[in-house]
Each structure stands twice: as C-alpha cells, then as structure tokens.
C-alpha cells in the first residue's frame, strides 16, 4: 500500500506531501516531497506499484484505485491507551446524581461488576475497544481484574474473561496489553474481598501467577501484570508479582487518592510508592497509574518508570491534578490513558495534561505539542510492550490516523495544533498493524454505537 498524505506528522514536524509505503504490517518507505510532480515520478518509477500515472496522486479522501490512496488531513501515528477498564464504560453518563464522591462512584461500578459473564462481558468490550479505534487508539492497556464467577468462583477456564478482552480486542483491531491484575483484599488494613469484589480474587499472589501462566500467546497480545494497589494486595504478594512480570509490563494504580496515602502511612508507615518500591515492583518497566498525590520522595523514586495520567477520569472523580511536569524532569515517562471512560478522546487526554497544568499553576506552557503526542502515542506503545508502534519511520508498525482539518473544530488551524483543537470525532481513517479499522469515520467491522447500546442495556 501507497499512501499519499496532505500533511504527516513525522518525528520532527508536521510536513505536507508525505508518501507512506507499507509492506506487511511495517511502514517500509518515509518520503517528503517538495512538490507533487517529484512525488509523481517517485511513485511511477517504484517496483511493483502499480500506478501507471501522476493522477493516481489527485485529491481522493480514502479512495484506494490506482496504487495510492490520497489522504485528505493530518496523518499521524496511532494513539495508545495505557490504562483501560473497559466495563467502567458502562458508567459514563449515570454517577453524577446526588454529588457523590468517588466512593459511591465505586460502588455503582462493583454493581456492573456483579452482572457482567464472559459473553456479555465481550459484547461491551467489542464495542469499547471499537470506540478507541474510531478515536485512533490502536493499543490498549486493559488493567483487568474482573476474573471470575459470582462469589468468586472461577469459570470452567479461569481465564474465560481474559479471553473475551482478548478476542474482543482483535474484533475491533487493536493490540492489548493484558494487564493481568492481582485484587486480594478490600483495604490497606487487609479486610477481606466480599459482595462484588470476590470476583476479583485469586487467592493468593502464586494462584494468580498459575492462572495468568495458562494465557495463550498471540500476534496482537502482550501478557503484562498489575499491582491492583496498596489496599488491594498485602505487601509480601507484591514481590511474587514483581517476580513474575520481570522484563514485561508492571502497572499498579498509586496514589490516587489522599485517603489512599493516609491509610498506607498509618498503617505501613510509608507512601504506596514507598512499598512498591520496597518489593521491587519500582523499576524501568513500572508504570504508576494516576501518581496525583505525591511526595518530592515518591517522584525520585520513579524517575526510571512511567506515570499514566487519565485526566479525563480524574476530573470526573475529583482525584485532583498530578505533578506531570515535575515528573516528567525528573526523568519519569509520562502516558495516558482513559481509564473509567468517562471520556474515550486522546485529543482531549492530551491537551488536559497541558491545561490542568495550567490551572494547577497559572501559567501557560508546560508542554510542547511534540511532548504530548510522545505522551499519547510512542511512549505509551513502548510502556505497554510494544516498543516499535507510535513513529512514522521506517520499521514501525503500520499504525496510522488520519484527522480531518476541514471540521468546525479544526477549520483554519496550524496542523501542529491539532491536538489542542480536535477530538475523537475528526478521525476519519484509522489503520493499525497496516490494517485498515475506521474508514470514512466508520469502524469497518463493528456497529459501535448500536453494540454500545446493546451490551449497557442488558445490565441495567
């Protein structure tokens, strides 16, 4: 495949009258040209392209006759999502009633935690990762803890919710990070699991490692693991999960919540990151998810790991604003992530680690829109496994998003604002992997809406 792009937003700029070639699944030929007529020749003189004229070049929005396709707007690299719980989209729209906080939030989750099987479970996650995909996500980090039957007990395969992300994942298109998550107890105190929340667990750190074990091996799948946090997992556990996920994606969520930090310090006399650290789940393959409540301790602690923002959910709950920035010169490699799915927009994630900035200090200018695309797109690929996703260079996988620049959000604005002014609903074509998803701002293969409609009705 030839792709002829209006503007491509490369590793040093955006420029118009780029030329994409992909064989397989690998962007195998990166080209600028200064004018049509260079690329025209180029085009015809390269083996086994079929194009037998410049006109196979002309402005054609998708159209793939003639050897090219001519790509209409930005063409950018696939957004990854660094932190997924794909049955919290079942929420959006329905906790905002009587204030609340974020305590009541959780106890509607746990009662779609409680209606949701393996069937049911992979007919919101087919339409969740669909609507990743028609916003230019083309990896996912599912930070999954929902493993087993009511009251806790397991499926004939173990891992039979596992295997629905999974295949609902390769329905919509996407790579997942199965971020496989250890959930033992209710409270940093040790209180055990009950109602809802024995389906989360597995015993004990070395069952949870026997069942994770099992998955299968796939093309668009990397088995990770996830300290649930520090209320939700006893400290000599961590170690045997540390153990396991040497060398593989390690997430935990971290200090989300002042009264997180506060029970962590009464009872274990240290900050979440502190202990994680002290079990050896700190390191260059960690990432801390939220990290909103930190010491200047905790952030020199992960100066080699990553820090997943969700602003939009964090918003949404009330979490607060974390120290992105702060983080970020300490060496620590900032992601993002959607998290509860109040909002599935990385225009949106992107911008708001710029703007909370804004509001946390009152100054503009934290972050430049090189750093936020990092953020939304290569970084968050290599925290999840998949290192060779996120640059259009030669080599990368093939993912590939085109936004449109003609929309009432982003008529008249400088390509390389985009991500301070569209949102999901400009993405006109998505390929990942060199396989085409979202075309002419449709999933190819999935009725999202009417699949989102019908997967929440059924556990309401």
Known sequence: MLIHCQYAWLPDGVFPDVLLEIRENRLTRVTRFQDRGDLARTVRDMPDSGVSSPQSTQDRRGEAGGGVVYRVGLTMPGFANAHSHAFHRALRGRTHADRGSFWTWREQMYRVAAALDPDSYYRLARGVYGEMALGGITSVGEFHYLHHGPGGTPYADPNAMSHALIAAAQEAGLRITLLDTLYLTASVDGKPLEGPQLRFGDGDALRWADRVDALPDAPHLVVGAAIHSVRAVPLPQMATVAAWAAGRPLHAHVSEQRGENEACLAEHGRTPTEVLADFGAVHETFTAVHATHLTHRDMALLSDSYACFCPTTERDLGDGIGPARTLADAGTRLTLGSDSHAVIDFFE????????????????????????????????????????????????????????????????????????????????????????????????????????????????
């Open 349 to 460: 994630e992107s911008r708001a680690l710029e703007l909370d900035e804004r509001l946390a200090t009152e100054q503009r200018g934290h972050f430049t829109a090189a750093e936020l695309r990092a953020a939304a797109t290569a970084t968050g690929h290599t925290s999840l496994g998949w290192p060779d996703a996120g640059h259009l260079v030669v080599g990368a996988r093939a993912d590939l998003v085109t936004v449109a620049l003609d929309s009432p959000r982003t008529a008249g604005i400088d390509p390389e604002g985009v991500l301070f002014a569209a949102s999901a609903a400009d993405v006109t074509h998505v390929l990942a992997d060199g396989r085409e998803i979202v075309r002419d701002g449709r999933h190819v293969a999935v009725d999202v809406a009417r699949e989102l409609q019908e997967a929440i009705s059924c556990l309401y």
